[in-house]
């Protein structure tokens, strides 16, 4: 999103004292490493990206590091959420996180440009270095967000000022409930927020691939392990003309879930039920007869 003209010239009349980027441990108030410090060693950084944020989407943020300064995204299904907001359009980058870790820091203060610059693991703690451009430019619609990625090996917290945000041993992708998992569809990960997900077909293409939840999800033990599971009827439009029905496991793991991939029903069918019973997910629909037109109502009862 491009911020207003009144900003743009205002950030280039700033006198070049205050456009000065300054080594800083940036928003974090974070203590720079000395570098004799033979126990401190610097990370290579990955990959880096930088840009806008929009405000209204901070809630895609992990819980907790919603309001910090630093955090980290160490799964698949949280860098999804943040990446559609922070680069929409964008392909989400491929990132094995059982091996890598992403790093972020971003204003809170003031609207000023940033770049993640060195990453510093000391005593299994992250200490995060970035170098800014100095204005009292108002935070209004976005702020500047750095994404860095780095290994997570050794990596047990991140520190801000006093403060540490630990760190899981690997990337495990779960989520706190059925609605907020991720699903493979036709080969596409698809990652649902509140049980919807909007995302480009393509960069810089304006036919939205949607995906949402029809009615609720239903419980049961699925792999026998105690726990309930989750089964959920997935509607999914990719862009074109037909509208597909889907069904998806979502596994209970210690109160959290995994999403699988989904299995295809039909194309503009009418759902009647989805139940679990005995381990068995059985969904009852109304589809077309193998000769029918897709301008005549579903009429078919089937089970899948």
């Known amino acids: 999103m491009l911020r207003s003209q009144k900003h743009i010239n205002g950030f280039r009349a700033l006198p070049a004292l205050l456009l000065c980027l300054v080594s800083a441990c940036l928003?974090?108030?974070?203590?720079?490493?000395?570098?004799?410090e033979k126990e401190s060693v610097a990370l290579r950084i990955l990959q880096e990206w930088q840009g806008d944020y929009p405000i209204s989407e901070l809630h895609r943020l992990p819980e907790g590091q919603r309001t910090t300064r630093i955090g980290y995204l160490d799964n698949a299904l949280q860098f999804s959420n943040v990446w559609q907001a922070f680069k929409p359009g964008e392909k989400v980058p491929e990132i094995d996180f059982s091996k890598h870790l992403a790093v972020f820091a971003r204003n809170v203060a003031f609207y000023n440009r940033l770049a993640i610059m060195k990453v510093i693991l000391k005593e299994s703690g992250v200490e995060i270095?970035?170098?800014e451009t100095m204005s009292a430019l108002p935070i209004e619609d976005n702020v500047a967000m750095s994404i860095a990625l780095i290994l997570r090996a050794g990596v047990k917290y991140i520190k801000t000022g006093s403060?540490?945000?630990?760190v899981a041993a690997d990337g495990n992708e779960i989520a706190p409930d059925p609605l907020s998992a991720g699903y493979e569809i036709e080969g596409r990960e698809i990652f649902l927020q509140n049980g919807r997900s909007e995302m480009a077909i393509a960069p810089d293409s304006a036919t939205k691939i949607r995906t949402f939840v029809s009615e609720t999800a239903v419980h049961g033990d699925l792999d026998s392990d105690g726990d309930d599971d989750a089964a959920l009827l997935l509607v999914h439009d990719p862009g074109g003309s037909g509208i597909f029905y889907y069904v998806a496991v979502a596994r209970n793991i210690n109160g959290q879930y995994r999403g699988t991939n989904a299995v295809r029903l039909g194309d503009r069918i009418v759902p009647r039920d989805l139940q679990i019973g005995n381990g068995v997910i059985v969904a009852r629909y109304a589809k077309r007869g193998s000769h029918e037109p897709m301008s005549i109502a579903p009429s078919v009862e089937a089970l899948s």
């Open 129 to 131: 270095l970035a170098r």
């Open 163 to 166: 403060e540490r945000i630990p």
């Open 27 to 36: 928003l974090a108030n974070i203590t720079l490493a000395s570098a004799h």
